[in-house]
């Protein structure tokens, strides 16, 4: 059932009009002070980030598009699955991340750089048989855009596979200063246009944007004393400006709030639960269509800067999806205690 709200309704629903502003601005860092934040993160979300792209039918040979590279962790991974005989394209509208991704990337030879908005990329339509992002979504104001950029890039058949993450998921048990992580990305979000919880709306956004029976797959690191603690302690820090420019905090309490998530990530007695990872592998049809044009083709996700209220408002027609969660516990070794691998089932 499709339910008719304008976007002046859907906006004064989610905040008032005084916190609307919906920039779309990156909040964490950029180039070299990026690089320790993100080779965490990809500590972290890799293992399974690999096997998804195996899964899928990632190949040697293959060309890929990696969009928002960022520092190129991700990248590296993926020149090495392609070989030589294959490539990467790494994507990022930031030069900043590019220069760093090309350093880290040095020994490979299969690797390309292209500064672009991953909304409009400007690349040959239909020319990768991959496109892959990780935790791109949701620093964009309207990710549906983007998804319809990579379904025109890639070649008919092709795979898409993407991974992003639910920022308010992640916490402690018991509850401590970690929790602070979720709380104030969840209330950023909404000021800056940004939904920092779309990895719970990815199955629609990829069908909207053409792609074939979407998988999706749902994993949730969880450990003591290891990176996930300081993942969430270390993006509070440098997310730690835009929380103050927002008013969400003051400088003395962002102060006080960190060295209480450090703290907090050295106890052993606290199980770290990293943000909720979300991975969505879709395919082109073998008979290609263009992408649902929704938006204007000259799209940017820099000029659209549509914010989640909007989006919100859009997607209430959409019919919701059942889902059955399976649990499974596997225990590695002390500083990665228990890593929640649940899989959903659609039905």
């Given at each position: 059932?499709?339910q008719?709200v304008?976007?002046?309704?859907a906006?004064?629903?989610?905040?008032?009009?005084e916190?609307?502003?919906?920039?779309?601005?990156?909040?964490?860092a950029?180039g070299t002070?990026?690089?320790?934040?993100l080779?965490?993160s990809h500590r972290?979300?890799?293992?399974?980030?690999?096997?998804?792209?195996?899964?899928a039918g990632?190949q040697p040979?293959m060309?890929?598009a990696?969009f928002g590279?960022?520092?190129?962790a991700?990248?590296?991974m993926?020149?090495?699955?392609v070989?030589?005989s294959?490539?990467?394209?790494?994507?990022?509208a930031?030069?900043?991340?590019?220069?760093q991704a090309?350093?880290i990337c040095?020994?490979?030879?299969n690797?390309?750089?292209?500064?672009a908005?991953?909304?409009?990329?400007?690349l040959?339509r239909?020319s990768?048989?991959?496109?892959?992002?990780?935790?791109?979504?949701?620093?964009l104001?309207d990710?549906?855009?983007?998804?319809?950029?990579?379904?025109?890039?890639?070649?008919p058949?092709?795979?898409?596979v993407?991974?992003d993450?639910d920022?308010?998921?992640?916490?402690?048990?018991?509850p401590?200063?970690?929790?602070s992580?979720?709380?104030?990305f969840?209330r950023?979000?909404p000021i800056?246009?940004?939904n920092?919880?779309?990895?719970s709306?990815?199955?629609p956004?990829?069908r909207?944007a053409?792609?074939?029976?979407?998988?999706?797959?749902l994993h949730q690191p969880?450990?003591t004393?290891g990176?996930?603690?300081?993942l969430?302690?270390l993006?509070?820090e440098?997310?730690?400006?835009a929380?103050?420019?927002?008013?969400?905090?003051?400088?003395?309490e962002?102060d006080?709030t960190?060295?209480?998530?450090?703290?907090?990530?050295e106890?052993?007695?606290?199980l770290v639960?990293?943000?909720?990872?979300?991975?969505?592998v879709?395919?082109?049809?073998l008979?290609?269509?263009?992408s649902?044009q929704?938006?204007?083709?000259?799209?940017?996700?820099a000029?659209?800067?549509?914010?989640?209220?909007?989006?919100?408002?859009v997607?209430?027609?959409v019919e919701r999806?059942e889902?059955?969660?399976i649990d499974?516990v596997?225990?590695?070794?002390?500083e990665l205690?228990?890593h929640?691998?649940p899989?959903?089932?659609?039905?």
């Amino acid at each position: 059932m499709t339910q008719q709200v304008s976007w002046a309704a859907a906006r004064a629903a989610f905040f008032p009009p005084e916190s609307y502003i919906p920039t779309g601005e990156y909040a964490l860092a950029t180039g070299t002070a990026a690089i320790r934040l993100l080779e965490i993160s990809h500590r972290i979300y890799a293992p399974a980030g690999e096997r998804i792209l195996t899964r899928a039918g990632l190949q040697p040979g293959m060309h890929v598009a990696d969009f928002g590279c960022g520092t190129g962790a991700a990248t590296r991974m993926l020149a090495r699955m392609v070989g030589p005989s294959g490539s990467v394209t790494a994507i990022d509208a930031s030069r900043p991340q590019l220069d760093q991704a090309a350093q880290i990337c040095a020994g490979f030879r299969n690797v390309t750089f292209h500064q672009a908005d991953a909304c409009a990329t400007r690349l040959p339509r239909a020319s990768f048989d991959l496109v892959y992002c990780r935790f791109l979504l949701l620093h964009l104001p309207d990710p549906a855009a983007c998804l319809r950029e990579m379904y025109d890039v890639l070649k008919p058949g092709g795979i898409l596979v993407v991974e992003d993450g639910d920022l308010t998921s992640a916490g402690s048990v018991p509850p401590t200063a970690l929790n602070s992580f979720a709380d104030l990305f969840s209330r950023l979000g909404p000021i800056r246009g940004l939904n920092y919880s779309v990895a719970s709306n990815l199955y629609p956004l990829v069908r909207a944007a053409g792609f074939s029976d979407p998988k999706i797959e749902l994993h949730q690191p969880a450990m003591t004393r290891g990176d996930a603690g300081l993942l969430l302690s270390l993006s509070v820090e440098e997310a730690g400006p835009a929380f103050v420019s927002a008013g969400l905090i003051t400088t003395d309490e962002l102060d006080r709030t960190v060295a209480n998530m450090e703290i907090a990530r050295e106890n052993p007695d606290v199980l770290v639960t990293a943000t909720a990872h979300v991975a969505s592998v879709g395919a082109q049809t073998l008979e290609r269509q263009p992408s649902p044009q929704l938006q204007p083709a000259s799209r940017s996700c820099a000029r659209e800067r549509r914010g989640p209220a909007e989006i919100a408002a859009v997607q209430i027609g959409v019919e919701r999806i059942e889902v059955r969660v399976i649990d499974q516990v596997q225990r590695f070794e002390p500083e990665l205690e228990v890593h929640r691998l649940p899989h959903f089932e659609l039905f």
